[in-house]
Nanobody
Framework: QVQIVESGGGLVQPGGSLRLSCTVS?????????YTWYRQTPGKQRDWVST?????????NHADSVKGRFTIFRDDTKKTIYLRMNNVKLDDTAVYYC?????WGQGTQVTVSS
C-alpha cells in the first residue's frame, strides 16, 4: 500500500504565494516514481496541474494555465513532492490532489480570495 498526505493549503490573496506538500510512504520506491498534482473544483472534472519525473535533475511539466507561476519539485530525502504556487489567481481556487501510480491523497483546499 501507498499512503499520500497533502498539506499546505489555505486562504491566500490574489498575487500571493503558497507551497503545497505531498508526503509519500508505503510500498513504493520513492526515487523512481512519477508524481502529479491535480486540482478540482465542485462540479468539474479533475484537471492536471504539474508532473515531475525521477532523476536529478528531474524533468517537469506544467499545464499552460500555471506555467511560469507554479513550480513542482521534490525532496527525495523527505519523500515529499512540493508545488510552489506564486502569483495565484482566483481561478486557482480548488482542492489540490497528489497522485502516484494510481494512488491518491485526500487533497488540500486552496482558496484564493481578497
Amino acid at each position: 500500500q501507498v499512503q499520500i498526505v497533502e498539506s499546505g493549503g489555505g486562504l491566500v490573496q490574489p498575487g500571493g504565494s503558497l507551497r503545497l506538500s505531498c508526503t509519500v510512504s508505503g510500498n513504493i520506491i520513492f526515487t523512481n516514481a512519477v508524481y502529479t498534482w491535480y486540482r478540482q473544483t465542485p462540479g468539474k472534472q479533475r484537471d492536471w496541474v504539474s508532473t515531475i519525473g525521477p532523476g536529478n535533475p528531474a524533468w517537469t511539466n506544467h499545464a499552460d494555465s500555471v506555467k511560469g507561476r507554479f513550480t513542482i519539485f521534490r525532496d527525495d530525502t523527505k519523500k515529499t513532492i512540493y508545488l510552489r504556487m506564486n502569483n495565484v489567481k482566483l481561478d486557482d481556487t480548488a482542492v489540490y490532489y497528489c497522485e502516484v501510480d494510481g494512488h491518491w491523497g485526500q487533497g488540500t483546499q486552496v482558496t484564493v480570495s481578497s
